[in-house]
């Protein structure tokens, strides 16, 4: 057992892990942040995506260890300080991104990390970005029409409600 | 002008907040303090005999509780089968024994041998490499066809042979069809394979187990789509704990799309083991175990023939299909390739004479069962593919073949005992004509082609048969459940109301959808109406969600439960008012005498029936809660029509989605949102299955797709926007909303619109394909050309 000491969501956290622990077992079972999802085992679906040091991270391919000093953000941080949704939740509800929210931890942070890098990406950009984030319900159609409504596009012009 | 609240409204979710701040509850979520946790030991061998489990070695390693094998549940219950099927003698299915942990055999790769209890999870897997398996490799059964031979290898030593059921639909029409094969003047005939599939909810399975000696109760924690049947089959029939003693929690669950309404041997396990070793006991699966042990869907090989007279209208159809059951029966899996499949071959179509014949084989895989549209995505497979191949032959347009064989009359009886009652196939036919923009399609070809690409255009209709009922038919035909929904709506003092419902949602927007209609029907704020679902000890009964029954059949019974709570407001207004009840109105919330402006607001009313000083107590009791039960009278039928574009690489073989239309009849709607998402989610399977998901075996039964590697997901850029409409309205005329439907839809109109798209496009470029089998696949569409 080794102790990490991280900073989450802005809060200082700590504990003891195993050499073995993966980042998304130390948020979900340590410091019981379970907004963190798992959905797979071979890092291909990214419910667990977090932010470490402002980049996006597949949780589950990271060792807690390996994160010990680092900034993380993980969806319970995400919302405004007043506690409203930020403008990619707010986004993801206007345009019913979501279905059985399993998904959506991952996609919030994987847009996030997306919109910081490219503001105003084409539909073909969020669907190559996407390419990392599996989502079963929803058939992407409205989280990419969310996506884009969050980085102030105009959706009006794609189809349906 | 869109509604901002009540039914026809798009009511922003009020269960996206949870989800979206990362404080949804799921079941992995729940961690009871002391609990232990599960590691199942699996076969990785598809057929063989266990001599013996040696379990001693393990039983020392470090955090070990209790080490557990089939031994330990020799005394406990089959893991039970819902639904029985009788063949075309009348004799019953063959029904193997499903035991919680595997017996004397193991059947598929997958099954569950032995499982670990231990302080960590790290634990009870370290411990379970260290017990000894001896078992000896028996040949495997895959191919269906093989293990119906003579000679091939038992899946069940107990049973006759690999064939569940040998089954005849309608076998009184047998005779009649096949002299219209003779008479016919065209016969088209096609052989396929409706892929095996995963269903892959976001969400692993899980399952917590409870105990608490003080009272003897039990509770089960599951990632369910029906909490109360799991209480039924599990405490019935595997552990003997009456439904008293037993709770079952599915609190948010992250998909199910059909595989998580199944009783599994894990929820058994984990309920059972907490009270063997007295502590929680909790196990989350991984996705490469779901792949594993979740049941399949899908998997059927069939050959349709189109019987045309001269005039090109259907005369006759006949089908032989081959469903595989895998190694058990899951839950509801002897109804899918019969009563959920058989029913629907008459399709959108008066085709006169139909015969069906469906043999279930046992083999040494997962097994098999519903999975989003379960029996209606293979039966609108085969159906408009061979349609749509007999257009092709005859030199005549698909839509126009389609629309000549249209049914126009309702209700309509089928020759394949289901009657529709509402439908109007040519509007969604016309709906989507003008929505793809068909005389434009020339002009798209052409572009492509100068691009080197080929394109083609496929359409296709369906017709669903949802909310499946009445429970006292249903019997007649095998469920051993019945196939209503409860509801009960407490009204709480001050105004404010709980509906309990028996549907369960897992991504559907019930919490929000649910509270629309009530909310509309008093005249109140949506805001007041919270909906609880997913608990047994919260909510009376329930079927649960599946077949796309929610709001037809849920909603129904919720509608009823609120009837009665108006009546008795009524009844309590009246008195308010110092009026005759029948004089009473309500509207917007208050209570008024007709023709006069007296009136009692909502909250004085509910308030009366809790504090009942000036109160009817010699007519009505106080309080406000009512329950009901819905039994629908018949099926409901939604039905639509999908057109896909495509383009193919000739190079590579590549298939491309350019566009996606779907026209869709779902009845009345109440939130247009919801059900646009749920559309599209449905297309998104639908072209998942046409494109890229295969579940696959070896020949010794080893699972070639067993991970998100090799088993190919639609992905973002895999997929289109799509053009989705759903304008057309015929309302069911059974149930008091007036709706039909609309989870499955998209899952089962899709897949054959791609394939046709596909024929097309390689068609047009003079190839002689009529057919390829799901996936379409670069290297099997490549192969296809050459
Ligand atoms: S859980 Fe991390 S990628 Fe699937
Ligand atoms: S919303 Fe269910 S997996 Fe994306």
């Known amino acids: ?136 319900c929803t058939g992407y159609h409205n989280i990419v029409k969310a996506i884009m409504a969050a980085s102030g596009q105009d959706v009006g012009a794609i189809a349906a409600e | 002008m869109p509604k901002d609240g009540g039914i026809g409204a798009s009511s922003k979710r009020r269960e996206d907040v949870r989800f979206l701040t990362g404080v949804g509850n799921y079941t992995d979520d729940i961690n009871i303090h002391g609990q232990a946790y599960v590691f199942f030991l699996r076969s990785d061998m598809a057929h063989g005999t266990i001599n013996s489990v040696d379990t001693s070695a393990a039983a020392g390693m470090p955090g070990v509780v209790q080490i557990f094998t089939g031994a330990d549940f020799e005394a406990v219950g089959s893991i039970p089968c819902g639904w029985q099927v009788t063949d075309k003698h009348g004799e019953v299915m063959q029904e193997p024994r499903h035991p919680v942990l595997a017996h004397g055999k ?99 399975r899980v399952a917590v187990g409870e105990y608490a000696r003080g009272t003897d109760e039990h509770t089960l924690y599951t990632t369910s789509q029906n909490p109360h049947v799991i209480r039924l089959l599990m405490g019935a029939f595997v552990l003997g704990i009456p439904e008293h003693k037993l709770r079952v929690v599915a609190p948010d669950v992250g998909g199910g799309f059909g595989t998580k309404i199944f009783h599994y041997q894990e929820e058994a396990f984990c309920t059972f083991a907490a009270k063997a070793c007295n502590r929680p006991v909790k196990w989350t699966s991984s996705r ?223 919490e929000t959808s649910f509270a629309q209609v009530v909310a509309e029907m008093i005249g109140i704020d949506e805001n007041m109406v919270e909906i609880v679902h997913g608990d047994t000890s919260k909510v009376p009964m329930g079927m649960g969600t599946y077949g796309s029954r929610s709001l037809a059949v849920g909603g129904s019974a919720m509608v009823r439960a609120t009837e009665k709570i108006i009546n008795k407001a009524k009844k309590i207004a009246s008195h308010l008012l110092e009026a005759s009840e029948g004089d009473i109105e309500l509207k917007d919330g208050a209570f008024s005498v007709a023709g006069t402006d007296k009136s009692v607001a909502w909250g004085d009313v509910t308030l009366a029936a809790y504090v009942p000083h000036n109160y009817p107590l ?78 696959s075996y070896d020949e010794n039964g080893q699972l070639l797709s067993a991970s998100y590697m090799d088993y190919a997901m639609p992905r973002a850029d895999d997929l289109p926007m799509f053009d989705v409409d759903h304008s057309c309205q015929t309302p069911c005329t059974h149930n008091p909303l007036g709706v039909k439907g609309c989870g499955e839809a998209g899952a089962i109109g899709s897949p054959p619109s791609v394939v046709n798209a596909v024929v097309d496009a390689l068609q047009s470029a003079g190839k002689d394909v009529t057919h390829i089998d799901m996936p379409l696949s670069p290297d099997r569409v490549w192969a296809a050309m050459q």
């Open chain 2, 106 to 204: 193991v059947r598929h790769v997958g099954e569950p041998i032995a499982a670990v209890v231990a302080e960590t999870l790290e634990q009870a897997r370290d411990a379970a490499e260290a017990i000894e398996l001896d078992i000896s490799e028996l040949p495997a059964v895959v191919d269906m066809k093989e293990a119906l031979k003579d000679g091939a290898a038992k899946v069940h030593d107990d049973l006759n042979n690999n064939l569940c059921y040998d089954w005849g639909f309608v076998e009184e029409n047998k005779a009649a069809t096949d002299a219209a094969f003779e008479a016919a003047a065209h016969v088209t005939t096609l052989e396929l394979v409706n892929n095996r599939l995963v269903a892959n909810p976001m969400e692993p």
């Open chain 2, 288 to 510: 490469s175990e779901a792949f594993v042990s979740d049941a399949h869907g899908r998997d059927h090989v069939t050959k349709i023939e189109l019987a045309l007279d001269g005039d090109n209208n259907f005369t006759a159809l006949r089908t032989e299909t081959y469903a595989n059951m895998g190694a058990y029966l899951s839950t509801f899996a002897p109804s899918v390739p019969t009563w959920l499949h058989g029913t629907l071959m008459a399709g959108n179509y008066k085709t006169p004479l139909i015969y069906v014949n469906v043999k279930a084989v046992f083999t040494n895989t997962v097994p098999v069962d519903a999975y989003r549209g379960a029996g209606r995505p293979e039966a609108t497979f085969q159906l408009e593919r061979v349609v749509d191949k007999a257009a092709r032959e005859l030199g005549v347009d698909p839509v126009a073949l389609r629309r000549q064989n249209f049914i126009t009359e309702f209700p309509y009886a089928t020759p394949v005992a289901v009657e529709y009652d509402t439908g109007d196939y040519h509007a969604t036919m016309d709906k989507l004509e003008s929505m793809i923009d068909r005389d434009g399609f020339a002009a798209r070809r052409a572009e492509s082609e100068k691009n080197g690409k080929l394109r083609g255009l496929g359409v296709n209709c369906y017709i669903e048969a949802c909310g499946i009922a009445p429970s006292n038919l249903v019997g007649q035909l095998g469920a051993r459940a019945g196939l209503y929904e409860s509801a009960t709506v407490r009204v709480n003092a001050t105004g404010g109301l709980v509906v309990m419902t028996g549907s369960h949602s897992h991504g559907q927007g019930h």
């Open chain 2, 618 to 695: 010699e007519d009505i009791e106080p309080g406000l809660e009512e329950t009901a039960f819905y039994d629908p009278s018949n099926f409901t039928y939604p039905s639509g029509a999908y057109a896909c574009e495509v383009e193919v690489d000739p190079e590579t073989g590549k298939v491309t989605i350019e566009r996606f239309a779907a026209a869709d009849d779902f009845g009345n709607i109440v939130n247009p949102m919801i059900v646009t998402g749920q559309v599209h989610g449905g297309l998104a399977q639908g072209i998942g299955q046409a494109l890229l998901e295969n579940c």
């Open chain 1, 1 to 136: 057992m080794t102790q990490v000491n991280m900073t989450v969501n802005g809060k200082a956290a700590s504990g003891d892990v195993e050499g073995r622990t993966l980042l998304s077992s130390f948020l979900r079972d340590q410091l019981k942040l379970t907004g963190t999802h798992v959905g797979c085992d071979t890092s291909q679906c990214g419910a667990c995506v977090v932010h470490v040091d402002g980049v996006a991270v597949k949780s589950c391919t990271m060792l807690a260890a390996e994160a010990d000093g680092a900034d993380v953000a993980t969806i319970e941080g995400q919302a405004n300080p007043d506690g409203s949704l930020n403008v990619i939740q707010q986004a993801f509800q206007d345009h019913h991104g979501l279905q059985c929210g399993f998904c959506t931890p991952g996609m919030v942070m994987s847009t996030a990390a997306l919109l910081k890098g490219n503001p105003k990406p084409s539909e073909a950009e969020v669907r190559a970005y996407l390419e990392g984030n599996i989502c079963r």
